[in-house]
């Protein structure tokens, strides 16, 4: 079965790149562009990855990964930002990406080898 991945992010040509780059290799994704389409899209539950963007417009990355964790408590969670001081800690990559270096950081991420 397909690993399921939510995907947050207030710009719709991101949303769109992730979305299309991931479900191209197999996967299925659920997207949020707000806080509010969030809540709706929970009900899809649990994932097993979230990409988010660090600065979302109407919420924080505390209050996105802690809004999933509440139906998806061992999520992984892989942040993207444009901003150098988007915080490298734990899974992050840098936009703009290059779309194989999305895929091969979000396979790594999901079998537990990065």
Same mark, same amino acid.
């Given at each position: 079965? $397909?690993?399921? /991945?939510?995907? &947050?992010?207030?710009?719709? +040509? /991101?949303?769109?790149?992730?979305?299309? $780059?991931?479900? *191209? &290799?197999?996967?299925? /994704?659920?997207?949020?562009?707000?806080?509010?389409? +969030?809540?709706? &899209?929970?009900?899809?539950? !649990?994932?097993?990855? =979230?990409?988010?963007?660090?600065?979302?417009? #109407?919420?924080?990355?505390?209050?996105?990964?802690? *809004?999933?964790?509440?139906?998806? !408590?061992?999520? *992984? &969670?892989? *942040?993207?930002?444009?901003? @150098?001081?988007?915080?490298?800690? #734990?899974?992050?990559?840098?936009?703009?990406?290059? /779309?194989?270096?999305?895929?091969?950081?979000?396979?790594? @991420? =999901?079998?537990?080898?990065?």
């Amino acid at each position: 079965m $397909a690993e399921k /991945i939510l995907v &947050v992010d207030d710009e719709p +040509l /991101i949303l769109t790149a992730v979305e299309r $780059a991931l479900a *191209k &290799v197999g996967y299925f /994704i659920t997207r949020a562009q707000t806080m509010e389409e +969030l809540g709706e &899209v929970l009900k899809d539950g !649990p994932f097993d990855l =979230l990409i988010t963007d660090v600065y979302m417009q #109407g919420g924080s990355l505390d209050e996105v990964i802690e *809004k999933v964790r509440r139906t998806s !408590p061992s999520i *992984k &969670v892989l *942040k993207m930002s444009g901003a @150098i001081s988007g915080g490298k800690a #734990g899974h992050f990559i840098e936009k703009p990406f290059n /779309i194989e270096a999305l895929r091969e950081k979000v396979k790594d @991420i =999901l079998n537990g080898s990065f």
